[in-house]
T-cell receptor
Framework: GAVVSQHPSWVICKSGTSVKIECRSLDFQATTMFWYRQFPKQSLMLMATSNEGSKATYEQGVEKDKFLINHASLTLSTLTVTSAHPEDSSFYIC?????????????FGPGTRLTVL | GENVEQHPSTLSVQEGDSAVIKCTYSDSASNYFPWYKQELGKRPQLIIDIRSNVGEKKDQRIAVTLNKTAKHFSLHITETQPEDSAVYFCAADNQGGKLIFGQGTELSVKP
């Protein structure tokens, strides 16, 4: 099946610094990837759609200048949390639809646990 | 936009009993409805999905039903086992991959 990886799996940073999270599709190409955020004991919330070769599309209420998304190639999307603060501490998960699954089925990365001190 | 409501938020059953989790969605254009199982700190794991042209789908102990008219779909787990204990999420997709998730159900199966 399709495999999506994320790096790093966890990161701890100081308030005010920026953190970059990578999402890679390992055995398929993904022109679109999605970024979700999940706070403890809550659901996954869609943050943005990452589009290869064009700007990301952000969901209502998500600050595009704070959460920078770059879809650099057909297998890599990055999410940069700029000037991170403790309230940004969360579990960030990416997903990509596999073309062999009719583009509906999403393959999720393992997630990145961000802790901002 | 799409809104997905999921009930109950917690569910406790005895081993061997059935568990049912229900979801409603708001956007009639939604055409794909996956169910995920998520263990603590891990990625969501697809357990079953259904498309809008199908009313019911079954995979061993797991089944999903969809009522397009009423805009609701349900997950049925029969003969529950302790290893079924986890958080379950329903979701709806109407825009080629954008998943809107329900709030989640914490299922506890007591031996």
């Amino acid at each position: 099946g399709a495999v999506v990886s994320q790096h790093p799996s966890w990161v701890i940073c100081k308030s005010g610094t920026s953190v970059k999270i990578e999402c890679r599709s390992l055995d398929f190409q993904a022109t679109t990837m999605f970024w979700y955020r999940q706070f403890p004991k809550q659901s996954l919330m869609l943050m943005a759609t990452s589009n290869e070769g064009s700007k990301a599309t952000y969901e209502q209420g998500v600050e595009k200048d704070k959460f920078l998304i770059n879809h650099a190639s057909l297998t890599l999307s990055t999410l940069t949390v700029t000037s991170a603060h403790p309230e940004d501490s969360s579990f960030y998960i990416c997903s990509a639809p596999s073309p062999t699954s009719g583009y509906n089925e999403q393959f999720f990365g393992p997630g990145t646990r961000l802790t901002v001190l | 936009g799409e809104n997905v409501e999921q009930h109950p938020s917690t569910l406790s059953v005895q081993e061997g009993d059935s568990a049912v989790i229900k979801c409603t969605y708001s956007d009639s254009a939604s055409n794909y409805f996956p169910w995920y199982k998520q263990e603590l700190g891990k990625r969501p794991q697809l357990i079953i999905d259904i498309r809008s042209n199908v009313g019911e789908k079954k995979d061993q102990r797991i089944a999903v039903t969809l009522n397009k008219t009423a805009k609701h779909f349900s997950l049925h787990i029969t003969e529950t086992q302790p290893e079924d204990s986890a958080v379950y999420f329903c979701a709806a997709d109407n825009q080629g991959g954008k998943l809107i998730f329900g709030q989640g159900t914490e299922l506890s199966v007591k031996p």
